[in-house]
C-alpha cells in the first residue's frame, strides 16, 4: 500500500493503476480450501477456510490471474497485480520522478489513488481522517473533502509539485492549482468547477465506510480549541479565536468562518510552522476558482502584479516562508499518521510572539536563558561562562530559521605573526576547552614558542540560492580552533542583532556595503533576504525611545537614585555583606520584571526568573540590569523602573506569563524590575590567582605598598584610581606611619563603594590598628592637575 512519504515504494497495484488507471479491473473469486494439519480419514467433518484468488484484466493488453489463493482479498490483488507487472516487463521505476511530465502524471494518479474504494478508506493515511468526517454526513457533503486536506497531510505531493514548477515550495497557492487541476484529470475523482471540494466518483462500497469509521475515531464532545488571527494590514495587532469544533463538522468549517471564506474548500493552508512535527499552520482564504484554475497554466512570473500580490500577509509568509495572502489564522489541528483521532493544540498570542522572538538573532539565547525582557545576548565568549546554547549554534539556528543556507565557517591555522598556514580546517571539530591566548594575533614569541597553532575564523551567509549576502573576516585568533569559530560566531550574531535593531533606519543610512570591523556586506542580496523583516520587527525595534517619565512614576514612591544607565533605583533594602559582584564575576541573581500601568496602577508580572547568572562586564543582561546588580552585595535587593520601547513590548507578550498586551497604551506603562544578588563567584583569573600566589597577590600588593610607607616614614598617601578602595581599606587594617590617606578615581560608582566600606571601617575606630583618623576621596582624573593633592609623601597606582 503506498504511504505518504516521497521514499515509499509504490505497490504493484499502485504501479498497474499509474500506467492503466480505472482500465485495469481485478476480479477477486472466494474458494474453500481445507486447513492444513487435519488428521486424514477422520469421520467428522473437515475444516475449511475462505481465501481469494484474483484475475486481472486490462482490456488489449493482458490477463493475468494467480496460480495460488491468498487469505485476503487485497493481497490477491497485488499478486495478480505483480504478475502482470513481471509478464509487461514493467521495471521498478525510482519513486521520484525525474521530469515535471512525468511528476504530473503521478500527481494525477495519485490522486486516484486517494479516493479509490479498495485501497484508500482502509490505510493509515491521515487523509482518511478527513474523509471519515464526511462519511458520516448526511446530504450533499457527503464525502467531499477539501483539496486543502490533501495539501495538509500529503508530502509525496508536495514532493510532486516542487518537481512540476520549484516555486510550489514557497506558495501554497500553487500546489492548490496543481493540484485542483491534477483532480480534474484524474480518474474516478470529481472535483466542483465553482469550489475547491474534490470527493470519489463512486460512491464507497458500505465495507470501506465501516473501515474508515472504525478506524478514525470522531469527534463525540465539541472541541474548542486556541487560534491567533493575524490580519494581513500590518497596523492591526494578532487577536486571539477560539476555534469550535462540533461533531461531524470539518474542522476547516470554522477556520473558514472566522477568515469570512465561503465554506471551508476555500480555505488554503501553509506548511507546518515551527516545528515539522507539530500541526501549527496558517489558514488564510483561497480566492475564486477561476483565478486558481488559471494559475498552472501560464507562467508564475506572470502574477506579477495581480490583485493577490497587493494582499499578501508579510508576518504570516515571513513566519512560514511561504506567500500568504489576506488574513490567516494560526492554528495547531490536523490528523497524523501518529493517532486516528483528531489532533489539537492551543496557541495563543504567546506562542506567535514567541515564534517572532526565536527568529531574532538573540532570540534563542533569551529563551534558553529563560529570560527574554532580562537577558542579552553576552558581547564576549568564553566557555567557562558561556550558558545555552553555542555561539555556532545559535547563528546556525537563526540562518535556518530566517531561510538561509547553513553558515560557512572556515577556520585557518596562522603562523605566529598572523600568516594562514594550511587550508580551512573543518569547522565541526572542536577543540577541548582551555584557556586562550586572547584574542590577539601571537605574536609573542613565548606563546608562538609554546602553541605555535593560532586558528582564526571566516564566516560567510549564503542566501537560500547560494548568494553572498554577508562575509566576516578577523585578524584575531585563537589557540583553540573551537574559540575561533565561537568568537566570530558570535561576533556576526552580534552584527545582524544590531542590525535588526535598527530596521527602522533608511537603508541609505545603514551603509551596507560599507566593511567595517571585517563585515563586508552585499547590500541587493542582503536586503532581499530580509526585505520582510522591517514589516515584521519595525514597528518592534529598538532605537525607539518614547519618553515614559519615569521620574513621574517615581515621584510617587519614596527614594530613588539615578543609574548609570539612565533607569532609577529606589532604596537597597538587605545588610551589606561587603560581598559585591565586580567586572568579570559571575553574578547569581533572582529578578522579577512587571508591567506597571500608570493610570490604573495596575500590575502584570512579566517574568520571574529565580536563580539566573551572568558575568558582570560581559553585555549579558539588559544594561539597567547590570547597573543595579553592581551596587548590590549578596543579600541586597532593589528595585527600578525603566521605560518601555515597543520592542520591549513585543518581548514581554513572548513571556508566558504576558496578559494580552495588544492592547496596552505604550505610554502609559513602565518596566518594574526587581532584582535580588544572591550568590557572587569570582572572575576565573582570581580563582586562578588564589591557586598560584600563595599569599595571594592583592594580599602581597599591599604588603609591599605598607613596607615602603613604613622605609619612607610616609605620613600623606594619595591612591591614584583607588576604585572601591581595597588599597585604602587595607591601609586601615596595618600598622603604619601614616596620618591621612586620599583616593582618587574617575569613576563615581567605585567611589560610592569606597566611601561606604571605608565609612564602616573607620566607624568601629576601636578595632583598628592604624591610627589614620579618616579617610578623604576626591572624583577626578590623575591626567588632570588637582592643587590638593599636592605635597603628599606617597602616591600609589595598584591594579586589582
Ligand atoms: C584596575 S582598577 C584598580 C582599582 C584599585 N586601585 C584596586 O587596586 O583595587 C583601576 C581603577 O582606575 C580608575 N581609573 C581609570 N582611569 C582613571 C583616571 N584617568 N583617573 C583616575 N582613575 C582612573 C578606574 O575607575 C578603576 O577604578
Keep these: ?105 503521478e500527481l494525477i494518479s495519485r490522486i486516484s489513488y486517494f479516493f479509490t474504494d479498495e485501497n484508500f478508506p482502509t490505510s493509515s493515511h491521515p487523509l482518511v481522517g478527513h474523509l471519515s468526517v464526511t462519511l458520516r454526513r448526511t446530504g450533499d457533503f457527503l464525502g467531499k473533502i477539501p483539496i486543502s486536506a490533501i495539501v495538509a497531510c500529503d508530502v509525496k505531493v508536495h514532493t510532486l509539485c ?70 494581513c494590514a500590518v497596523e492591526d495587532e494578532p487577536k486571539m479565536v ?27 493552508v501553509s506548511r507546518t510552522v515551527d516545528k515539522a512535527s507539530s500541526e501549527m499552520r496558517f489558514y488564510f482564504p483561497a480566492p475564486d476558482v477561476q483565478f486558481v484554475s488559471d494559475l498552472s497554466k501560464q507562467l508564475v512570473d506572470d502574477r506579477g502584479d495581480r490583485n493577490m500580490n497587493c494582499v499578501i500577509n508579510k508576518r504570516a509568509s515571513y513566519i512560514s516562508g511561504q506567500t500568504i495572502y489576506g488574513d490567516a489564522v494560526l492554528a495547531n489541528v490536523g490528523y497524523t499518521r501518529r493517532d486516528t483521532e483528531l489532533q489539537t493544540d492551543h496557541v495563543n498570542l504567546c506562542t506567535y510572539y514567541r515564534i517572532l522572538l526565536r527568529k531574532l538573532p538573540d532570540g534563542i539565547y533569551k529563551i534558553s536563558k529563560d529570560s527574554i525582557l532580562v537577558a542579552e545576548l553576552p558581547c564576549v565568549y568564553t566557555r567557562t561562562s558561556w550558558k545555552g546554547p553555542s555561539p555556532r549554534d545559535l547563528l546556525c539556528s537563526f540562518c535556518r530559521l530566517q531561510r538561509l543556507s547553513e553558515p560557512y565557517f572556515a577556520a585557518n591555522r596562522v603562523s605566529a605573526s598572523c600568516n594562514v598556514l594550511g587550508s580551512a580546517v573543518g569547522s ?40 553572498l549576502l554577508l562575509e566576516y573576516s578577523t585578524d584575531c585568533s585563537w589557540s583553540k580552533e573551537t574559540d ?35 563585515f563586508t556586506i552585499y547590500p541587493n542580496i542582503f536586503l532581499q533576504e530580509f526585505a520582510m523583516c522591517l514589516s515584521v520587527y519595525g514597528k518592534t525595534s529598538g532605537g525607539d525611545s518614547r519618553t515614559c517619565s519615569a521620574v513621574g512614576y517615581f515621584s510617587m514612591d519614596t527614594s530613588y537614585q539615578q543609574l548609570e544607565s539612565g533607569a532609577f533605583l529606589t532604596y537597597i533594602d538587605g545588610q551589606d555583606s561587603g560581598v559585591f559582584p565586580s567586572h568579570g564575576s559571575l553574578a547569581c541573581i533572582s529578578c522579577s520584571v512587571q508591567l506597571f500601568m500608570k493610570d490604573s496602577r495596575k500590575r502584570y508580572l512579566l517574568e520571574v526568573n529565580n536563580e539566573f547568572e551572568f558575568e ?24 527600578f523602573v525603566d521605560q518601555l520601547s515597543d520592542r520591549d513590548l513585543s518581548l514581554a507578550a513572548a513571556c508566558e506569563l504576558s496578559p494580552d498586551l495588544s492592547k496596552i497604551c505604550r505610554d502609559s506603562c513602565v518596566l518594574e524590575f526587581s532584582v535580588k544578588v544572591l550568590q557572587v563567584t569570582e572572575p576565573l583569573e582570581d580563582r586562578m590567582e588564589k591557586a598560584l600566589f600563595n599569599p595571594p597577590l592583592s594580599k602581597q ?93 606617597i602616591g600609589t597606582c595598584l591594579e586589582e
Design 428 to 467: 565541526e571539530e572542536m577543540g577541548s576547552p582551555k584557556a586562550t591566548a586572547g584574542n590577539q594575533c601571537a605574536n609573542d614569541g613565548r606563546i608562538a614558542k609554546e602553541n605555535p597553532d593560532m586558528f582564526k575564523c571566516s564566516v560567510k551567509i549564503y542566501s537560500k540560492k547560494r548568494d
Design 616 to 639: 558582570i562586564g560581559a553585555g549579558a543582561v539588559r544594561n539597567q540590569l547590570e547597573s543595579c546588580a553592581t551596587q548590590l552585595s549578596v543579600n541586597q535587593s532593589a528595585c
Design 242 to 268: 477560539s476555534l469550535n469544533i462540533s461533531e461531524n463538522e470539518h474542522y476547516m468549517g470554522d477556520i473558514a468562518l472566522k477568515l469570512s471564506a465561503t465554506d471551508s474548500s476555500h480555505v488554503l
Design 1 to 105: 500500500m503506498p504511504t505518504a512519504t516521497a521514499t515509499a515504494t509504490p505497490t504493484p497495484k499502485a504501479v498497474i493503476h499509474q500506467r492503466y488507471g480505472a482500465k485495469a479491473v481485478y476480479r477477486v473469486d472466494e474458494v474453500r480450501e481445507a486447513v492444513d494439519g487435519v488428521c486424514p480419514g477422520l469421520a467428522l467433518p473437515q475444516s475449511t477456510r475462505c481465501v481469494y484468488r484474483c484475475q486481472l484484466d486490462i482490456p488489449g493488453v493482458l490477463s493475468v490471474s494467480t496460480p495460488g489463493t491468498f487469505v485476503r482479498k487485497k493481497d490477491a490483488e497485488q499478486g495478480a497485480a505483480q504478475i502482470a507487472i513481471e509478464k509487461l516487463g514493467i521495471q521498478p521505476t525510482s519513486n521520484i520522478p525525474n521530469t515535471p511530465e512525468e511528476a504530473w502524471e
Design 162 to 231: 516542487k518537481i512540476i514548477d520549484p516555486k510550489a515550495e514557497f506558495d501554497p497557492l500553487l500546489v492548490l492549482s496543481m493540484i485542483y487541476n491534477a483532480a480534474k484529470q484524474s480518474p474516478g475523482v470529481s472535483v466542483s468547477n465553482r469550489n475547491f471540494w474534490i470527493q470519489s466518483q463512486r460512491p464507497y462500497s458500505s465495507e470501506a465506510v465501516d473501515l474508515a469509521l472504525q478506524c478514525w475515531s470522531g469527534i463525540s464532545d465539541p472541541i474548542r480549541v486556541e487560534a491567533v488571527l493575524i490580519p
Design 484 to 518: 575561533a569559530i565561537q568568537n566570530s560566531a558570535l561576533k556576526v550574531l552580534i552584527w545582524f542583532n544590531r542590525y535588526f535593531k535598527q530596521l527602522n533606519t533608511p537603508v541609505e543610512k545603514l551603509n551596507l556595503p560599507k566593511s567595517t570591523d571585517g
Design 701 to 793: 600588593r599591599v604588603e609591599f605598598a605598607v613596607r615602603h610607607i613604613n622605609q619612607l616614614h610616609a605620613t600623606t598617601l594619595v591612591d591614584f584610581g583607588c576604585g572601591s578602595g581595597s588599597l585604602l581599606d587595607s591601609l586601615l587594617e596595618h600598622p603604619t606611619t601614616l596620618e591621612k590617606i586620599v583616593g582618587v578615581d574617575i569613576s563615581r560608582k567605585g567611589l560610592t563603594r569606597a566611601a561606604k566600606s571605608l565609612h564602616q571601617k573607620l566607624s568601629k575606630k576601636l578595632l583598628l590598628q592604624s591610627s589614620v583618623p579618616t579617610a578623604v576621596l576626591y572624583h577626578g582624573s590623575v591626567t588632570d592637575f588637582d592643587s590638593r593633592l599636592y605635597g603628599f609623601d
